[in-house]
């Protein structure tokens, strides 16, 4: 990691490849004020009574953001400028509680963010992290609210000294990927980035409304939650077929796409593949690849293909396969190359010319990302290690997604405390919430008469 440093107290990086493509990215609505793909968590928590949540969280906060320098981190120019702030500056910028609204109600007019944020709302005992995607991750966000509730119901010192140690890498750097380019990091990059184009070109989605020129509303969500019992028979007749579950809700994925895309165009279409966010941190060295370096964007993509022909089960494992083995030498090798040649297309300067008399139709598309079990990296109960105290906190719900201002769907799917949920992010001007529900039924209806399970909750 090249890092310079400035001032005493303060550190300077420039943004790796995928971090400027995600910055890029955010700032495409700048003058609306709002970002794009921005990260949000919600989390509902339980306490004992004898917790001061709204007391407690500021600190934690504050502990976090110490242990964590890149959340204070701010670009200027895709150079990451990192700080030290004080207890009172932290809170002030980025911490509240919130009484007048909802977090979908923050949600959905997502502001643009030089700083992550953290906001309690004591009606709901909700608590919403925001945060940019260029400086982390799916992931890394549930890392850091398992570590900030730890340090909640914790015994934390009234000083702690804030600092600059544990700045995280970016993910070419993590990767040890090399600086300079070999035949086989050239073939390997050139491979990956036209598939990823052509998949991104070619993308299929749902019919959405208004034109070329209709601008974004409001970012929203639908979500199915599957039963306890109900994941579990999911669970049990997808490993009865050797697939994942993943795998399972890509092929259905599939399946709806191919079927509504073919009546309406009335051409049957061979073939799906989407973009899917694949996570990077089993594949990091130490300690790149632990919560010590939660924030971070430490994630990748592949892009699965299924063809009509094939049946259900057989697509299902070929997805699956495909989740098991993506990941090489080469191509962790190849991600500097990769992401240099992704940002720099984006980042080059565009002649000005005059618009098209008739703007094509802008392109639609359905992503897949699957979080897995959150349990795994957000536990979900936190006792004090005060065993006089009795102090514990809980969490009985958890949402993650994005914000969205194109008419790109995002489908999430993760399994907490036992249960499945597949939940959509969507812009409001673009899609009806009818239309998402029927999109997230037709798809638990694949699951149901495939694997001839019942999910009532469909």
Known sequence: ????????????????????????????????????????????????????????????WYTLRVEHPSLGAIVDDYQANYS????????????????????????????LLDLPTLTYFPTTREILLLASHWRVDAIG????????????????PDNVSPGLQHI?????????????TTP??????????????????????????GGSLTSPARSAHQSITLTADETEKLVSACKCHGFSVSAAIYAALGTVILNQATAESHEAISDFATIMAVSMRPHLPAPYNSPAH????????????????NSFAKSAATVSSHFKNWHSKNFQDALREIYRRGSEVLLRQKPKVPPPPSPRRPPSGVTLSSLGVINNFLKGCYKSPLEQDGAEISLTNFRFGVSIL????????????????????????????????GFLTAITGVLERELGTSLSSS
């Not at 004080?86 to 002030?92: H, I, K, L, P, Q």
């Not at 939660?294 to 022909?309: F, G, K, L, Q, W």
């Not at 489908?411 to 949920?421: D, I, P, R």
């Open 141 to 156: 966000s549930g890392m850091l609210l398992d570590r900030l509730l730890y340090l909640t119901v914790a015994n934390l």
């Open 168 to 180: 995280s890498p970016s993910l070419e750097d993590a990767a040890g990927a090399p600086d300079t």
């Open 84 to 111: 030290a702030h004080s207890f009172e500056e932290w809170t002030c910028l980025t911490f509240s509680v919130q009484t007048g609204k909802t977090p979908d109600d923050v949600i959905a007019d997502y502001p």
């Open 406 to 437: 194109t008419r790109q769907i995002l489908l999430y799917v993760w399994t907490f405390n036992g249960q499945l949920q597949l939940s959509v992010n969507y812009n409001e001007a673009y899609y009806e919430s009818s239309t998402i529900r």
């Open 184 to 209: 086989l990091i050239t073939e390997t990059a050139d491979r990956v980035t036209s598939t990823f184009a052509k998949t991104a070109r070619n993308s299929v989605g749902l019919a959405y409304k």
């Open 1 to 60: 990691m090249d890092c310079t440093q400035p001032a005493a107290q303060a550190w300077s990086r420039e943004l790796g490849g995928l971090e400027k493509i995600y910055r890029f990215t955010s700032r495409l609505f700048q003058d609306t004020g709002r970002e794009h793909w921005g990260l949000y968590t919600v989390c509902t928590l339980h306490s004992q009574p004898q917790i001061k949540i709204v007391a407690k969280l500021p600190r934690a």
């Open 294 to 309: 939660a924030c971070a964007a430490y994630v990748s993509s592949i892009t699965p293909r299924m063809y009509r022909e």
